[in-house]
């Protein structure tokens, strides 16, 4: 497989239910250009849902059902796997011990009680901000949500985090995303952000470097608690600072 393909087509493999095939053998530096393409993967699944939107509306569907159906849709496109690493996360969180303890319950296959309401919560905003979204035609606000949530997950996997484990998707993942290239990514995303909230061309960053805090706060807790990065806190990432850039891009709108 040619190199400039390598990363787009393991992050596509690894964060969508798309045919697309992988290299044969994934290492650390397969693994790191798959992390360096997630947002362009979110390009896609925010498109995705932002069309199911626009088309939910044609057929003069309620706009929260919509909303459900859209993130509902990028559950299944996305093998429910950061819905996932939200429960797991927060279920770890939740219970008390040390951290083999924790990441016994994050490992143990079942949703707890803390897992389900942070589903539930996250859902519902989701949902019903995208609703908002469409009602106001903001059909590149939906696409740079979704974006938002994988550009965190690069910043999540910068260099100096450990992993949970010295096996599973954090290690081959953490600590892997030099400087550069999260300046970069942050840097596009800060300045595409600007073009998203009408009269109000600060708000948009405001509500990147939200979701960017949020992310080096959550890692470094999450670090603490697990003993290092683990594929769920990755999942918890995306879809939290999803529900955070939404909810920032509708504030202050009519």
């Not at 998707?169 to 998203?196: D, N, P």
Request: aromatic residues 8%; proline residues 4%.
């Amino acid at each position: 497989m040619r190199a400039a393909i390598v990363g787009p087509a393991l992050a596509l493999s690894w964060l969508t239910v798309l045919p697309v095939r992988g290299p044969q053998q994934v290492d650390r530096a397969a693994a790191t250009k798959a992390i360096a393409s997630a947002p362009l993967v979110g390009l896609l699944l925010g498109s995705l849902a932002a069309l199911t939107l626009w088309a939910a509306g044609a057929g003069s569907l309620n706009g929260i059902l919509a909303g459900f159906l859209a993130v509902g849709l990028l559950a299944l496109v996305t093998r429910g796997m950061h819905v996932d690493g939200l429960a797991d996360t927060v279920d770890g969180l939740g219970c008390y011990g040390p951290p083999e303890r924790a990441r016994e319950v994050m490992q143990s296959g079942g949703a707890g009680p803390f897992g389900v309401a942070a589903i539930v919560v996250v859902f519902a905003v989701q949902a019903t901000g995208f609703a908002s979204l469409a009602d106001r035609h903001a059909w590149w606000s939906i696409v740079f949500a979704a974006v938002v949530g994988r550009v965190c997950v690069v910043l999540a996997c910068r260099r100096g985090v450990p992993a949970a484990s010295e096996r599973g998707f954090g290690a081959l993942v953490a600590g892997t995303q030099q400087a550069y290239v999260i300046a970069i990514w942050m840097i596009a995303a800060l300045g595409l952000s600007t073009f998203l909230v009408d009269d109000r061309w600060w708000q948009g960053p405001i509500v990147v470097a939200a979701a960017a805090m949020f992310t080096e706060l959550a890692v470094r807790h999450c670090c603490r608690r697990f003993g290092g990065l683990s594929g769920d806190v990755l999942g918890a990432v995306v879809e939290v600072t999803t529900a955070i850039t939404v909810v920032g891009l509708l504030l202050g709108g009519r």
